[in-house]
């Protein structure tokens, strides 16, 4: 909802006294671009080497269009070139900052994905460049994960504009490459990874999520994030917005501090796992008072309260 | 997350405070551990930045890469490390202790003591052991020589973190995994991750609540990150502007790592501290006896002249050392449980283990339906507590480990939720070799037993073929070892092709920095 409005989520946090230290190093920027750039050179030549060994690109000419040359170009306008190059596109060639567009809860996103390369049995096929190493053919597990949700992304944008075009969807393929340094210096090596389960996972997602202007029209009337308006009236217009707050939203959210603020007391601010064996009760307090016996446990609380007193009746007995 | 300890962790924090999930200390904790604290360069692959190390909580030692991207830089911070780690490794290779082998007909020998590393965090043991990786293949002649050290620091840096994969081991260990094993927090396993917070809340500064103590350690300026990770603002702001001139100053650069550092490094001490305070688990000897061995073996491989560790295992190797992986780790989780009845209410809830009183017993009775009579006494126990087995199952207990009691019949005493029931049990072994059991080794009638499907049986390793029997399935027998099939052993470190190396403090880091793109070899 937040994202939807546009709001500055870091000025937010910070406006009702919940900063949150977010940021990159310089220096790791610096080496992604100095990456990014080193394959890119001379119509990307390096890049273009190792692509040729992973998805058999054999014809000695590839094409090379940038579509982010232009400073003035509007996102729009970008977006225009890459739907007019993709409809003509017919041999091999590679695609530099193309711009997609992927409908996400009722609003249209833009996308940049690093690089489109066609085949020349006209597959196309999605490039993600990351500065992050591929040692002995081995690599951090979260970050190609992340990665290869972050392709299949693009993937599916790709594949519902050429469905718009008029082309097969299937024309792009589900393999995308993931180009990374190798071992501990700046050659690159390419890996084709099959993103078939994230794009399942990710058409799920989106077909689930809440339209956002439905849930705009449901909340109460007053509700803004004008930053001029002291922060107790913003921190009430928070409360209007639910959060489902859980750990793992401290490393992506700029408001998470305020949420597990918000959220403390509650098992689920523990972590999922803690929750989940606490058989989904809601807060610590009921979790005790259901363990010591204290509260007549609901329904569906029974089971977890038989548990819940067996374990305190463990701890106790020991300790 | 068993209920058990997620029930520590709310108890935790409605009582603000540090909850036991451990009565005993289930790690060796060595008299003269070395602390290892490195920070690596944001953005690279496995470039070291700094290290705080040493025996003396006194005196750490600070080690500074002047120019983490220049590669004679990094490669005298790896041979200075190496002299610090080494000399201290090699401390414990000289007294041995003779140990039997083979039923007695033989003997070897192993070094009475062996070293043991500390580092922060988990994060601390991958940053080890991508750099065991990144530096033992590299050559000592030619011309990117690098001292001799250098390749051996590597080789004892995989031994190392191969050492902390297997359960149970105490060769390398790290404070958040350590001090999380034996206390919860009531915070997510997310916040506990970082040391600070996590010694926030085992050890909070006097006058503070642990919500407060665990909050400031949340400020990167008060409490700087355990690396390997450096701070993002430290990075922008402090270290960016100083790496930015041609020649950096060592001692400036070293007074801001020290400041990001020393935090940590305190923070190590009063970890082990705290985890002194618990009695040691009575098994954990027993496990760094099999420390000490694996120490002993590696130094005998290193004095035979052996290889380095390949880069991967071949197929035969990894499957063995997952077996031994399992088995260590199934022997380590049955230890715990033995050792510590905190660990075993874990099994209790679940089903797999039962306390009860002996109701009945006959400790003479004998079998004698076989070929010739044998003492099997049997004894009934009644427990309130949910009973997970069934007829036929075989179980042990922890005060008398070398016995089988089998499962004969389970009775519910009534159908209501707290009903008891009724094992009767038949007992064979740990009762001596007679006719007679052995006094005591029977449990008698009104003693409190903890029965548990749990055993210390040993575990045979798997039968694996050798190495030059690989069948095809899993690519044939490996090539065998030649130090000329080294993918870097005697090529330039491709990273840093020059002295010129790029400015890491590029003002405009979009603006690619030319010489990179000459950087592929």
């Known amino acids: 909802m937040l994202d939807a409005a546009g709001v500055d989520k870091p000025r937010l946090a910070q406006h009702i006294g919940f900063p949150m230290g977010f940021g990159q190093s310089r220096f790791a920027l610096a080496r992604g671009n100095g990456f990014e750039a080193m394959l890119k050179a001379d119509n990307c030549a390096l890049l273009l080497s190792v692509l040729r060994d992973v998805l058999g690109l054999d014809t000695p000419s590839v094409s090379y269009d940038d579509l982010g040359d232009d400073d003035d170009a509007t996102l729009g306008a970008r977006h225009g070139r890459t739907r007019k190059l993709l409809a003509a596109a017919a041999n091999a060639a590679l695609v530099d900052h193309p711009l997609l567009t992927l ?110 202007s439905d849930l705009a029209a449901a909340l109460p009337p007053g509700v803004s994030f004008d930053m001029a308006m002291p922060p107790a009236d913003l921190v009430a217009s928070l409360h209007a917005v639910e959060a489902r707050y859980a750990p793992e939203c401290l490393s992506t959210c700029e408001l998470a501090v305020f949420c597990r603020h918000e959220s403390a007391g509650h098992t689920a601010a523990l972590g999922r796992p803690v929750r989940d064996a606490l058989g989904g009760v809601e807060t610590i307090n009921e979790v005790l008072e259901l363990a010591a016996g204290t509260r007549t446990p609901t329904e569906e609380q029974v089971e977890a309260a038989a548990l819940l007193q067996a374990a305190a009746r463990l701890r106790a007995e020991i300790l | 997350m068993s209920t058990l300890t997620a029930l520590a962790r709310a108890q935790a924090f409605a009582e603000a405070r540090a909850q036991p999930l451990a009565t005993v200390r289930h790690l060796h904790l060595h008299e003269r551990p070395l602390i290892l604290i490195p920070y690596a360069m944001a953005g690279e692959a496995n470039a070291p930045l700094a290290a705080m190390v040493g025996t003396d909580r006194d005196n750490p030692r600070l080690l500074v890469v002047a120019q983490p991207r220049n590669r004679d830089d990094r490669f005298a911070f790896a041979a200075e490390l190496a002299a610090i780690l080494i000399g201290y490794v090699d401390s414990f290779a000289g007294q041995t202790e003779a140990v039997a082998v083979d039923r007695g007909r033989d003997v070897r020998y192993r070094f009475t003591d062996a070293p043991q590393l500390w580092v922060p965090n988990p994060g601390g043991v991958d940053f080890l052991k991508l750099f065991g990786r990144s530096t033992r293949f590299r050559s ?40 999380s094993s034996h206390w919860a927090t009531g915070q997510s396993g997310a916040e506990d991750a970082q040391l600070a917070a996590l010694m926030g809340w085992l050890d909070p500064p006097p006058g503070m609540t642990v919500f407060e103590a665990a909050a400031a350690a949340e400020d990167p300026s008060v409490a700087p990150p355990a690396g390997p990770a450096t701070d993002p603002s430290f990075d922008n702001h402090v270290l960016a502007p100083l790496l930015s001139s041609a020649a950096p100053s060592l001692v400036a650069l070293s007074d801001v790592l020290r400041g990001q550092l020393l935090p940590t490094w305190n923070l190590m001490w009063r970890a082990l501290d705290l985890l002194r305070t618990l009695p040691v688990a009575a098994r954990v000897a027993g496990r760094w006896d099999s420390d000490r061995d694996a120490y002993s073996a590696f130094v005998q491989h290193l004095e035979e002249g ?215 070899q």
């Open chain 1, 103 to 212: 409908d996400v809860a009722g609003r249209q996103v833009f996308l940049e994905p690093d690089l489109i390369a066609f085949q020349v049995e006209g597959k196309l096929h999605v490039v993600e460049i990351k500065s992050f190493a591929i040692v002995d053919g081995q690599a951090d597990s979260a970050k190609v994960s992340a990665a290869a949700v972050q392709a299949a992304v693009y993937v599916l944008a790709l594949r519902r504009l050429l469905a718009e075009l008029g082309h097969d969807p299937a024309l792009v393929s589900h393999d995308v490459v993931l180009v990374c340094p190798k071992d501990f210096s700046l050659t690159p090596a390419a890996e084709v990874i099959d993103v078939r389960k994230q794009l399942a996972t990710l058409t799920r997602q989106l077909t689930r999520l809440a339209s956002v």
């Open chain 2, 306 to 520: 052996g290889p380095p560790q390949p880069r991967r295992d071949g197929a035969v190797a990894a499957a063995a050392r997952l077996s031994r992986l399992e088995n260590a780790a199934t022997r380590y989780a049955v230890q715990r449980a033995f050792d510590d009845p905190l660990v075993m209410a874990e099994y209790r809830l679940s089903g797999a283990a039962f306390a009860g009183e002996v109701t009945l017993a006959k400790a003479d009775r004998i079998d004698d339906t076989g070929k010739r009579p044998v003492l099997r006494p049997r004894i009934m126990v009644v427990t309130s507590e949910p009973v997970g087995v069934a007829a036929g199952a075989v179980l042990t207990s922890p005060s008398r480990p070398s016995q089988k009691a089998k499962v004969i019949s389970v009775t519910r005493l009534d159908a209501s939720a707290a009903s008891k029931s009724e094992v009767l049990l038949e007992l064979s072994g740990g009762m001596g070799r007679k006719m007679v059991a052995e006094p005591g080794s029977v449990p008698e009638v009104g003693e409190r037993l903890l029965l548990t499907t749990l055993n210390e049986a040993y575990r045979p390793g798997g039968a694996f073929p050798e190495p030059d029997q690989t069948p095809w399935t899993h690519g044939g027998p490996p090539v065998p070892f030649s130090v000329s099939d080294l993918p870097d052993a005697s090529l330039p470190d491709p990273s840093t092709p020059d002295p010129s190396t790029p400015d890491p403090s590029t003002p405009d880091p979009s603006t690619p920095d030319p010489s990179l793109q000459d950087s592929d």
């Open chain 2, 140 to 179: 000592t002649e030619g011309e990117y020589a690098v001292p001799a050290s250098v390749p051996l620091l590597g080789r004892w840096l995989t031994f190392f973190a191969a050492s902390a994969e297997m359960a149970g081991s105490s060769l390398l260990l790290n404070g958040v995994q350590a001090l």
